[in-house]
T-cell receptor, first 115, second 114 residues
Framework: AQTVTQSQPEMSVQEAETVTLSCTYD???????LFWYKQPPSRQMILVIRQEAYKQQNATENRFSVNFQKAAKSFSLKISDSQLGDAAMYFCAYRNQGGSEKLVFGKGTKLTVNP | EAQVTQNPRYLITVTGKKLTVTCSQN?????MSWYRQDPGLGLRQIYY???????DKGDVPEGYKVSRKEKRNFPLILESPSPNQTSLYFC?????????????FGQGTRLTVV
């Protein structure tokens, strides 16, 4: 069974600074997808960024980018120019390609942004 | 607007009193699932459905039932709720696709069983 590990229960960053959230996963599959979801206090689950395992290029969405290391099974999220609105719980998630659409989540990292 | 709608948003109930949390999506997605979120555990899948009349257990199915009589609806049923089912519940739907489309989540249901 696949597992996702987020080793940082909490992180903090100063506004306008850069922060990196860590995520590692375990799978024997070669084709899969990785996601970062943001959960603000409203509880809504918001997709931040996704990465297809077959793509070598790291995904980027505005201030959010990932460092995808397939061999190391690592998928970190970098937030540049942090804003107060980035404060939230962040979940890393894994999904196999094909078959079940099940998402396997890490335990989450709570990000605090200090003014 | 494409969305997944859960009801209710908040629910307090007593042990043993049957309840249903509804979930509806308007995107014609085949795949729907239920997750529960607990502090320090992340989200765990309870049940999922690949299509109408096709459901299967996720990782933590004990104490829950589901049904998928229509493509848009996927209710979660707690026949006899217990305090250990106090949690935050999410319904999600996605379009089954080899390109891996994203999952859309409902707003969440905060359930407290006393």
């Amino acid at each position: 069974a696949q597992t996702v590990t987020q080793s940082q229960p909490e992180m903090s960053v100063q506004e306008a600074e850069t922060v990196t959230l860590s995520c590692t996963y375990d799978t024997s599959e070669s084709d899969y997808y990785l996601f970062w979801y943001k959960q603000p206090p409203s509880r809504q689950m918001i997709l931040v960024i996704r990465q297809e395992a077959y793509k070598q290029q790291n995904a980027t969405e505005n201030r959010f980018s990932v460092n995808f290391q397939k061999a190391a099974k690592s998928f970190s999220l970098k937030i540049s120019d942090s804003q107060l609105g980035d404060a939230a719980m962040y979940f890393c998630a894994y999904r196999n390609q094909g078959g079940s659409e099940k998402l396997v989540f890490g335990k989450g990292t709570k990000l605090t942004v200090n003014p | 607007e494409a969305q997944v709608t859960q009801n209710p948003r908040y629910l307090i109930t007593v042990t043993g009193k049957k309840l249903t949390v509804t979930c509806s999506q308007n995107m014609n997605h085949e795949y729907m699932s239920w997750y529960r979120q607990d502090p320090g555990l992340g989200l765990r899948q309870i049940y999922y459905s690949m299509n109408v009349e096709v459901t299967d257990k996720g990782d933590v199915p004990e104490g829950y039932k589901v049904s998928r009589k229509e493509k848009r609806n996927f209710p979660l049923i707690l026949e006899s709720p217990s305090p250990n089912q106090t949690s935050l519940y999410f319904c999600a739907s996605s379009l089954r696709s080899p390109t891996g489309t994203e999952a859309f989540f409902g707003q969440g249901t905060r359930l407290t069983v006393v």
